[in-house]
């Protein structure tokens, strides 16, 4: 089976870029999503495609896919976008979420 | 407005049965890809099983083969998941997602809230 691999946790300070890899077999021959998922909620569609934003996603989401990592980063990272931020991509048919990485602002 | 509503959750014994329903509305539901995707408590996401707009192709995580079937009902835009021989590690929040894009280079844009699925005794 296919696996993504992502750090668990992640902090920044405020204002500033966090960076949140995701890793797996030659991850950059595949299409990877990114999803934010704050407590008590349900998940959230902020990357698609490996560097595409969905409409109503702010600008500082970003994301690129190259080798064996993914990685998403958040510019400018407000106190907002503290969450737990999961990867996705396809092995054959089916899908393969990363661990979760919990991104703390402080 | 595209929406997933999900019913169906709820305390069952280990070895029970249980079918999940999920209601979409504000999109031609015959046009995606659908799935089901699971939170245990405290933990990350897992992908359950996929069906492709017919109905007929589906696909599944190892560990529910043989045990859950996903349909679709394309008259009525519903999804279902039934899941039989419950487990312990089955206990989880579940969603429905929409996957735009089709199979393999596939996204999930739209979630349901989740239903809660306990299996204990």
Same mark, same amino acid.
């Given at each position: ?14 204002? +500033? ?8 077999d ?5 299409y990877?999503?990114?999803? +934010? +998922? ?14 595409k ?23 400018g ?5 503290e969450?737990?931020?999961?990867c ?7 899908v ?6 919990k991104?703390t602002?402080? | ?5 999900? /019913? ?6 280990? *070895?029970? /049965? ?14 995606y890809?659908m ?7 405290g ?11 017919? *109905?007929i ?22 999804l279902y ?30 979630? *349901?809230? *989740?239903t809660?699925v306990?299996?204990? /005794?």
């Amino acid at each position: 089976s296919y696996d993504l691999t992502q750090p668990p946790s992640v902090s920044v300070s405020p204002g +500033q870029t966090a960076s949140i890899p995701c890793s797996g077999d030659k991850l950059g021959d595949k299409y990877v999503c990114w999803y +934010q +998922q704050k407590p008590g909620q349900s998940p959230v569609l902020v990357i698609y495609q490996d560097t595409k934003r969905p409409s109503g996603i702010p600008e500082r989401f970003s994301g690129s896919n190259s080798g064996n990592t993914a990685t998403l980063t958040i510019s400018g990272t407000q106190a907002m976008d503290e969450a737990d931020y999961y990867c996705q991509a396809w092995d054959s048919s089916a899908v393969v979420f990363g661990g979760g990485t919990k991104l703390t602002v402080l | 407005e595209v929406q997933l509503v999900e /019913s169906g959750g709820g305390l069952v014994q280990p *070895g029970g /049965s249980l079918r999940l329903s999920c209601a979409a509305s504000g999109f031609t539901f015959s046009n995606y890809w659908m799935s089901w995707v699971r939170q245990a408590p405290g933990k990350g996401l897992e992908w359950v099983a996929n069906i492709k707009q017919d *109905g007929i192709e589906k696909y599944y995580v190892d560990s529910v083969k043989g045990r859950f079937t996903i349909s679709r009902d394309n008259a009525k835009n519903s999804l279902y998941l039934q899941m039989n021989s419950l487990r312990a590690e089955d206990t989880a929040v579940y969603y429905c997602a929409r996957v735009d894009a089709g199979r393999v280079v596939g996204y999930f844009d739209y979630w *349901g809230q *989740g239903t809660l699925v306990t299996v204990s /005794s």
